[in-house]
């Protein structure tokens, strides 16, 4: 093993993580906004809603991210006259643009199956208990839906976020220089493989491995209060005078 070399691919690597973390940061928030809503509707949208929501689940789940990337970058940007009539062409032509949009999209549609199941799981005698006290629409929400709801959506979602950081790995394809994107060219330029992608691949490890952790410490957290009750140490003798 050649480990000067790793230490060399490790240090040209480097610069990739930074893009690689925006790309993903990026992604999961604005995927959340999108999917909060789309889970929304899939369950209390009526017939319409659900329809919408289902639809979008069905493409952007039924399809690869990698097809969606290129139809996004290659596909929309062929409309260039569109674009400019509408002010977007500043946007269209970006690949940064261009993958941010594609990655929002594809993990919202998995983002709101997970929220979905975590609607659908708040305990219907809950929701009656609030209302029978006077809570009704965001009141209702804000204060027994969604703080149930999101505790039993991290898991999956978390397991949602560490995907979209393996999944930015697909942004150098339209040329943006993350982890991978450095990656292919350090291989294009010394042609070995194993060694520059097993490098790689360690730096997608421990970036997934602390948002594993952090994941673990914030779901112990929120789920504290489902732990077993550990009653106090007993008192030491007292001995009254």
């Known amino acids: 093993m050649d480990w000067t070399f790793l230490a060399e691919v490790a240090t040209a690597l480097a610069p990739g993580i930074p893009l690689t973390l925006e790309l993903a940061a990026i992604a999961v928030v604005s995927g959340f906004l999108l999917a909060a809503p789309l889970a929304f509707a899939a369950v209390h949208g009526g017939s319409v809603g659900r329809g919408i929501a289902a639809a979008y689940v069905f493409v952007f789940r039924g399809s690869p991210l990698l097809v969606q990337i290129f139809l996004i970058y290659y596909g929309l940007g062929q409309f260039r006259p569109f674009w400019q009539q509408v002010g977007l062409w500043g946007v269209m032509r970006e690949p940064w643009w261009c993958a941010i949009l594609a990655l929002t999209l594809n993990t919202a549609a998995y983002g709101s199956e997970v929220l979905r199941g975590a609607l659908l799981s708040v305990p219907h005698g809950q929701i009656e208990a609030a209302r029978a006290c006077g809570m009704s629409g965001p009141l209702l929400l804000r204060r027994i839906v969604a703080p149930i709801a999101l505790r039993a959506a991290l898991p999956g979602y978390g397991n949602e976020i560490v995907l979209m950081v393996k999944g930015t ?73």
């Open 169 to 241: 790995a697909l942004a150098s394809v339209i040329t943006l220089m993350e982890v991978t994107g450095i990656a292919g060219k350090l291989i294009a330029e010394t042609f070995r493989a194993v060694e520059v992608f097993v490098v790689a691949g360690a730096i997608y490890l421990a970036i997934n491995v602390v948002l594993t952790r952090a994941i673990a410490a914030l779901e112990t957290r929120l789920m504290r209060h489902h732990l077993p009750f550990e009653p106090p140490e007993p008192a030491g003798d007292i001995t009254h005078g």
